[in-house]
């Protein structure tokens, strides 16, 4: 496989018994279908040491809006999109086969707006209490009490039978 940025091979690095590909010349990464969740937590061992691993590959890439292929399916061209709510960070990922390039510096910048777990926990409480239920009551409707009037009306039936039967 070779980088979509410079045409150069790239590496295969196992980071945590995690294969990812490297280009030397550039700084970016290849991840395969669903890999980027085990890197994109800075406090997490793989991505601090694939973090390091490519910062003394980085090197400055002089266009990042030229779309590109994938090294694995080399005839499909990877989308451009953000990968963050934010908006903050594009990567390519390709339609065909989920893989991920991510160019020099895109990690860092993915593991910079990653919450840890305490801080997760905090921001699901704080919205779980700012969105709790809220029961809204409004006026008694004029057909609120239907149910008492089939009750009416079945005691009318009763009256009306109980009055043929019994003559």
Not at 24 to 46: H, I, M, W, Y
Not at 79 to 85: D, E, G, M, V
Not at 141 to 158: C, E, I, M, P
Request: proline share 4%.
């Amino acid at each position: 496989m070779y980088c979509p940025r410079t045409k150069t091979p790239l590496k295969k690095v196992n980071v945590g018994r995690v294969s990812v590909y490297v280009s030397e010349a550039c700084g970016g990464v290849l991840l395969e279908n669903q890999t980027l969740k085990n890197f994109e937590c800075p406090s997490d061992k793989r991505g601090k040491a694939l973090a390091n691993h490519l910062s003394q590959f980085h090197n400055e890439v002089a266009d990042l809006t030229q779309r590109v292929s994938c090294p694995v399916c080399s005839d499909t061209v990877m989308l451009r999109r953000f990968y963050s709510p934010l908006h903050a960070v594009e990567i390519d990922e390709c339609p065909g086969c989920g893989a991920i390039w991510l160019d020099t510096g895109e990690l860092e910048k993915l593991q910079s707006l990653m919450l840890s777990e305490k801080d997760r926990a905090i921001l699901r409480h704080e919205l779980m209490k700012e969105h709790e239920r809220i029961e809204v009551k409004g006026l008694p409707h004029k057909h609120d009490n239907w149910h008492r009037r089939s009750d009416k009306v079945d005691a009318l039936f009763d009256l009306a039978s109980y009055i043929t039967n019994g003559w």
